[in-house]
C-alpha cells in the first residue's frame, strides 16, 4: 500500500497563487504516473493535471496556461503550482497516484491511490 498526504492549500484572494504538493510513502512517484483532481461542492471530481513517467504533462481546459503540474523525484513528491487563481477554481483538490506494472515490481498492488485532499479557496 501508499498513502499520499497533500498540502498547500488554503485561502488566497483572485489572481494569487497556491502551490500544493503531495508527498508519497512509498519512492514509487518516479515510476508512476501522478495526477490531479479536484471537486466542488455539489459536483463530480474532474481532473485538473496529470503527468506520466515520462513527464507528459496533460491539464484540463480550464487551467491551462494557469497551473503547472511537476514531479519531484528526489523527495518522492508532486506539485501542482496553480496563478491566476479564480473563484471557480475553489475545490477540494486529490492527489492521485496510479500504480502500474513497474510499481507492481516494488510489491504495491495495482491500482489507484488517493490523498485525503487540500481546500482551496479563491475568495475576496
Known amino acids: 500500500q501508499v498513502q499520499l498526504v497533500e498540502s498547500g492549500g488554503g485561502l488566497v484572494q483572485p489572481g494569487g497563487t497556491l502551490r500544493l504538493s503531495c508527498a508519497a510513502s512509498?519512492?514509487?512517484?518516479?515510476?508512476?504516473?501522478m495526477g490531479w483532481y479536484r471537486q466542488a461542492p455539489g459536483k463530480q471530481r474532474e481532473l485538473v493535471a496529470t503527468?506520466?513517467?515520462?513527464?507528459?504533462?496533460n491539464y484540463a481546459d480550464s487551467v491551462k496556461g494557469r497551473f503547472t503540474i511537476s514531479r519531484d523525484n528526489a523527495n518522492n513528491a508532486v506539485h501542482l503550482q496553480m496563478n491566476s487563481l479564480k473563484p471557480e477554481d475553489t475545490a477540494v483538490y486529490y492527489c492521485k497516484l496510479f500504480c502500474g506494472a513497474l510499481c507492481e515490481l516494488r510489491g504495491v498492488p495495482r491500482g489507484d491511490y488517493w490523498g485525503q485532499g487540500t481546500q482551496v479557496t479563491v475568495s475576496s
Open positions: 512509498r519512492s514509487i512517484v518516479s515510476i508512476s504516473t
Open positions: 503527468i506520466t513517467v515520462d513527464s507528459t504533462t
